[in-house]
């Protein structure tokens, strides 16, 4: 019998607040080591933790977004723990009385089918501070050190790497739609630990291991694969498998043992003596609720009454980013389906060629519509507007003055290119013979012709017809 894989998956991402979660540090990244700090989050003896409204905003903001009942009663507890990453010994955080349970994510599997991913709960925590390893020794930066977190856990819905990521994909977009996280995975600003167990069919879950040091989809997609194989090969061998946490090393490709599994006794839990419980009224709630931005499904939705394929609303909906400019080009430029066509082709072209991280839309909404409009008026021709989007991509503006300065200005002139085109039929007996015989492919031949004897710039439409004529 074959083997099932059974993954669970708990990510944390850092909330976009102005401050931290429990002192007025500034919660920013990249700032001078250890200079947004306070005796609150070093832990001084006596300093008292003050809960950051807008944390606990945001927290509930997230949690609505994906369907889940918001607690009207939370509890911070103390999680106890020595390590240098943590000046009190101890993490703020929620357990027995999380704020948000519940709720899911849809998403969408390779074979267009949807499957729904149940999440178990959404807790507020703030972060440790971060180490830093050299070769002089570990330095300790607390600048993240009281940031706060939301741990978003799954319950253990997915069966493979693919759909591990796809999640992964689906609740990055939500958050960058809710707008509460920046979720940077190479600053850390959101990170993924992966529970993962293997079972055959009708037998109870399997003993997991969950993975750490996971810090790009692709790692993730990798580690699982390796792991679930790892899990298999041992228990097909004999060995049970061991509870624990691993670490996966990318560049060998493999996971390694760093620890067996705490439990939540190891950590002893407590509720914070120093934080009340946490109380939002119903009507609190429904406040923040009214704040929500417009989620991906709704535009979804709205782009299809513009005429947009549901494959075309799905694609440019992916990122609150890219469904954004979308709509900010339409405002200069209201031609939804020729628009999407170009973003979903040329601009997802570009971005895919970057890392996640770093997939920013680098033209001016504004300057895309003016290019699309030249384009769809003639002006310029398709090998044209790439040569102009290529330039507005690297910063340049003023399309129509780059149909200038670049020359690109396509020929609509009947006359001079029907000149053109006698040489070219004259020359080519063979292609004429093959067009005449009723081969259309051979158009694509003339038009490359043409292209190549105006530097481009042949309205290729106008080619068309004028060889049409031609050969009669
Ligand atoms: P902890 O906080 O100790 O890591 P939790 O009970 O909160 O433990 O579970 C953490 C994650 O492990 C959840 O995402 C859950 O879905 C997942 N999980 C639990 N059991 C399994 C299992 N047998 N196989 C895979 N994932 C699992
Ligand atoms: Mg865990
Ligand atoms: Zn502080």
């Known amino acids: 019998m074959s083997w099932n894989t059974v993954i669970g998956l708990e990510v944390h991402s850092e909330l976009n607040t102005r401050t931290k979660c429990f002192c007025g540090c500034k919660n920013e990244f990249g700032n001078k080591p250890n200079t947004n700090c306070c005796p609150v989050c070093t832990a001084m003896p006596g300093a008292l933790p003050v809960l950051n409204r807008d944390a606990v905003e945001r927290a509930i903001l997230m949690g609505l977004a994906v369907g889940c009942r918001i607690n009207n009663y939370s509890v911070f507890e103390r999680k106890n723990y020595f390590y240098p990453d943590l000046c009190k010994a101890y993490q703020i955080s929620q357990l027995e009385y999380p704020l948000c349970v519940g709720g899911g994510l849809e998403i969408e599997l390779e074979d267009g089918t949807k499957k729904f991913i149940r999440l178990n709960r959404i807790h507020l925590e703030e972060d440790a501070g971060k180490l830093i390893h050299s070769a ?48 940077k995975m190479q600053e850390g600003s959101i990170r993924f630990d992966v529970n ?35 899990q298999i ?40 003596p120093d934080l009340i419980p ?52 339409l405002s200069y430029f209201n031609e939804p389906k020729f628009v999407c066509n170009w973003i979903t082709a040329e601009v997802f072209k570009k971005l895919n060629a970057l890392e996640v ?76 013979a093959e067009l005449k015989a009723g081969n259309e492919k051979t158009m694509a031949f003339f038009v490359g012709q043409a292209m190549r004897a105006t530097q481009g710039k042949a309205n290729p439409k106008l080619v068309g017809e004028i060889v049409k004529e031609l050969i009669k």
């Not at 810090?215 to 699982?224: Q, T």
């Open 136 to 183: 002089r020794g570990t330095m300790i930066d607390y600048n993240r050190g009281g940031v706060p977190l939301i741990e978003i856990v799954s319950e253990p819905d997915m069966s493979s790497a693919e759909e591990a990521v796809a999640y992964l994909e689906k609740l990055r977009s939500t958050l960058l739609y809710v707008g509460v996280s920046d979720c």
């Open 196 to 230: 993962i167990s293997v079972n055959r069919d009708g037998e109870p879950l399997g003993t997991r291991t969950e993975l750490k040091n996971l810090n790009s989809f692709r790692a993730v997609l990798r580690a699982i694969k390796y792991e679930s194989n790892r």
């Open 233 to 272: 090969e041992e228990l097909e061998a004999g060995h049970p498998i061991i509870q624990e946490t691993r670490r996966w090393d990318d560049e060998k490709g493999k996971t390694y043992s760093m620890r067996t599994k705490e439990d939540s006794q190891d950590y002893r839990y407590f509720p914070d």
């Open 278 to 329: 946490l109380e939002v009224t119903n009507e609190y709630i429904e406040s923040i609720r009214a704040k929500l931005p417009k989620l991906a499904p709704q535009r979804v939705t709205e782009y299809i009454a513009m005429g947009l394929t549901e494959q075309d609303a799905l694609l440019i909906t992916q990122e609150r980013a890219y469904a954004d400019f979308f709509e900010n080009v």
């Open 357 to 432: 991280d770093d997939r920013k839309i680098t033209v001016q909404p504004k300057d895309l519509a003016e290019m699309l409009r030249l384009y769809k008026d003639g002006e310029i021709n398709q090998a044209g507007a790439r040569k102009i989007f290529d330039v507005l991509w690297d910063g340049g503006t003023e399309p129509s003055k780059l149909v200038e300065s670049l020359g690109l200005k396509q020929m609509n002139d009947t006359g001079a290119l029907t000149e053109v085109l006698q040489k070219i039929v004259a020359d080519n007996p063979k292609a004429v």
